[in-house]
């Protein structure tokens, strides 16, 4: 008899793990920093009370009460639980002003932001593509207005056009405009160099494909980082606006405008001045945290 053949058992190798997506890979290197997850969510609180701001407000933002002068917190002697924060010197609900405000100050910041990066990758990628004379004349121009302090450049165009919301965000947007210029010029003159971009000049791309077929989406993570920054800057040169009588006009409920109303009652009625500028403080804090997290998570070098 023919001996049975000898059959091995070669175990099978096991498969390697699959590489972590690219949304997973952003997950992780934002979700290290504490501080930008914390950013996060106290931006989509905000953003969620002013989408929902007619539903959460108790009263209407405008709505006065001839018996509430300046009534204080519900936890302080006098207060009321009708008006958890206190009314503001014409009886108006503190609490319903800020939630209305919320929905004021974030629609400036995105709006000014909106307004600006839009100029900005327009005039960034002339410049960068261009070069020679349109370059140095659009990079001058955004130099001379880098020299000059923002707010007083703010201040300046706002006193041309003449006070207003919709002046005020025009006034913010031209004194960010700078930032995204910079560095979409920046951006656009690392990645003509590159192989990609001589590709598909060689096969015939044009002008307009190359700049926003082929450049424009890998200057996006520097322009995303400095747009949430931007935010920030925008609510605060929009709430010093309106603090100067420049910006929303009253009634608006927006917290610079707010914080107006409410200088003359500083040592009567803390509350009137603290919570607006609380909200200031908390909003521009977490766009600033969220742009730092955005910063480690997508400059490659910044990763841990």
Wanted: charged residues 10%; proline residues 8%.
């Amino acid at each position: 008899m023919s001996p049975e053949p000898v059959t091995s058992h070669v175990s099978p190798t096991p498969h390697a793990p699959a590489p972590p997506g690219p949304l997973r890979e952003f997950w992780t290197a934002f979700s290290a920093n504490r501080g930008a997850v914390a950013g996060l969510l106290v931006v989509g609180l905000l953003l969620l009370t002013a989408l929902f701001a007619p539903w959460l407000a108790p009263h209407p933002p405008n709505a006065t009460n001839s018996q509430v002068f300046l009534q204080p917190p519900m936890w302080q002697a006098g207060g009321s639980a009708t008006y958890w924060l206190g009314t503001d010197a014409i009886g108006r609900d503190i609490l319903s002003r800020l939630i209305h405000g919320a929905r004021l100050s974030l629609s400036i910041g995105l709006a000014v932001v909106l307004i600006s990066i839009a100029v900005g990758i327009a005039l960034g990628l002339i410049a960068g593509f261009a070069r020679g004379v349109v370059e140095i004349a659009i990079m001058r121009l955004m130099d001379i207005i880098l020299t000059l302090p923002s707010l007083l450049l703010a201040i300046v165009i706002v006193a041309i056009l003449g006070p207003g919301l919709m002046n005020a965000m025009l006034a913010v947007a031209i004194v960010v405009l700078p930032h995204y210029v910079r560095i979409t010029r920046a951006a656009v003159i690392t990645e003509v160099s590159r192989d990609y971009v001589t590709a598909a000049r060689v096969s015939g791309a044009g002008t307009l494909r190359l700049m926003f077929s082929e450049v424009l989406p890998n200057c996006a993570a520097p322009l995303i980082v400095q747009a949430s920054l931007g935010v920030s800057t925008a609510i605060l040169d929009a709430a010093a606006l309106g603090f100067l009588g420049l910006g929303a006009q009253p009634p608006s409920p927006e917290w610079g405008t707010m914080l107006a109303d409410a200088r003359e009652f500083v040592m009567r009625a803390w509350w009137v001045v603290t919570f607006p500028g609380l909200m200031i403080l908390m909003a521009v804090l977490a766009f600033n945290l969220l742009g730092d997290g955005l910063r480690d998570a997508l400059d490659p070098k910044l990763k841990r």
